[in-house]
């Protein structure tokens, strides 16, 4: 299947939205910011080999290389609105591609974002993604805003797509002692459906847009995350491990308290978002 | 070297720019479209031993990284002004990365685009650019514009770039009987420079917009090119295969005026700019 037809296939099954004037089929697209507002943009790639497994579903990858662009989005406070992606593909392989967009663009419309550009190319399985939204001018929540006597917050559950990694032998988390877990099935399935579809918190990131004093999304670690919080505000966070939220599915995989909290604060490949407020806002 | 080492030592280099309120260092990118105007945004990867030999200058397959992408972006008349960089890298040779940003960044500074988000990952050599620039509301040179009647123009020169392909022993152009030309080395050079680096035609762009009816970059052939408008405007077109024009090194190198002509025609590559315009608007 030529380039072309492929640019066909995923043209086809993209949607309109507002403030798309010009989408697939031009040299580039012509969007639209709404007065009063910044375009927040963020790009994110996966490579089979490193950020999945080659043998993942693509409905998967598809989902995760959106999600994780998403969750960036999220965590500036930004509303997402448009994408472009890059797909390198080592064969011809339609099913799979129909597959892949199943996942990418069933997320896409979750979430209204349009795909207006990109292109596909032959090489090693490879999916860069653009993401572009925005947020009112002044509003976004960005890693340099938080102050001393903050407190600090976390969206959902930590840990479960780390144990998933774990699960998986994966283990490309830095944490010794470790050992794989037996886990009853349906808590696996549910770990691994956290590590698999990560939900990017968009809702979330919008109701904290104006409030929150500083946010990031969880991705490399709660602990690494949050310090790249501090480093850019000149703060310093204590965390009670023993108070990190944990799903029923890792506290049935791990009953031990430290090595569960080690998987949270450290695991990473959350998609939740952790952000600083005032105690003020605690009742918002 | 980290990845964090990597995009620090990449983030020192990017310059800042009007309308770039956030720039590398946060989870998005935070920017601001003047107001009156629309956004354009295209993506492009080019990935090793597809788009590139593998062995090619890293500082050539910088420049062309970005090329490709401001020479969409020119093709829309819109003025380039921001981008984003995933690259994924097999090791962590400093030295490669470096040389790939003198051309990467060369170029960009050269139109004042700023760098302002991306990542880096292990995998495959692979680099996908999203280029974002600015358009007056309603001026962008589109596709489907062209009007019955129309003259057909073309920027600079065509075939130096297919001719280069031929000398290299790569030839994906699908032509008949192009045997490799004996080419004196200044002109074997002139031809392989218009390949490795280039130039995106920014300048006639910008004069185009609300000028020119209909416009594409010439990348995949100037037929499969005007092809394109002739699809999207519901025109055809007559081209004069002996007026296309031709660089002093072109003719040099190919002095049969019927196999030059279908080098210029089917080559691609030239990312010259090919557009319509009314007769009367012979004399701007």
């Not at 994408?83 to 099913?95: H, K």
């Not at 144990?163 to 283990?171: I, T």
């Not at 709660?222 to 009670?240: F, M, N, P, Q, T």
């Amino acid at each position: 299947m030529a380039e072309f037809d492929l640019i066909e296939r995923i043209r086809a099954r993209a949607i309109a939205r507002d403030g798309v004037l010009l989408g697939i089929g031009d040299d580039a697209a012509l969007l639209q910011v709404p007065a009063g507002h910044e375009l927040a943009v963020t790009a994110d790639t996966l490579n089979a080999g490193v950020h999945f497994p080659a043998d993942a579903a693509p409905a998967d990858i598809g989902w995760k290389a959106l999600a994780v662009n998403l969750s960036d989005l999220a965590s500036m406070g930004a509303r997402p609105a448009w994408c472009t992606l890059s797909l390198s593909l080592p064969g011809d392989d339609t099913a799979w591609l129909d597959a892949f967009l199943d996942g990418f663009l069933g997320l896409a419309d979750t979430h209204a974002v349009a795909l207006v550009g990109g292109d596909t190319t032959r090489g090693p399985l490879s999916i860069a993604v653009t993401a572009m939204g925005w947020v009112e001018a002044g509003a976004a929540l960005r890693r340099d805003g938080a102050r001393p006597g903050d407190d600090v917050w976390v969206t959902g559950t930590l840990g479960d797509a780390a144990a998933a990694l774990v699960l998986g032998g994966y283990v490309p988390i830095p944490l010794d002692g470790v050992a794989m877990p037996v886990v009853e099935a349906g808590n696996a399935a549910a770990l691994r459906a956290r590590l698999a579809r990560p939900a990017p918190r968009v809702a979330v990131g919008r109701a904290l847009a104006g409030l929150a004093h500083a946010c990031v999304d969880v991705s490399d670690g709660l602990l690494a995350d949050l310090g790249h919080i501090c480093r850019r505000s000149g703060v310093g966070a204590e965390i009670e491990l023993a108070r990190l939220p944990a799903s029923p599915a890792l506290r049935a995989a791990y009953a031990d308290d430290e090595l569960r909290a080690a998987l949270q604060a450290a695991g990473g490949d959350d998609y939740e978002l952790c952000f600083s407020a005032s105690t003020a806002a605690r009742e918002a």
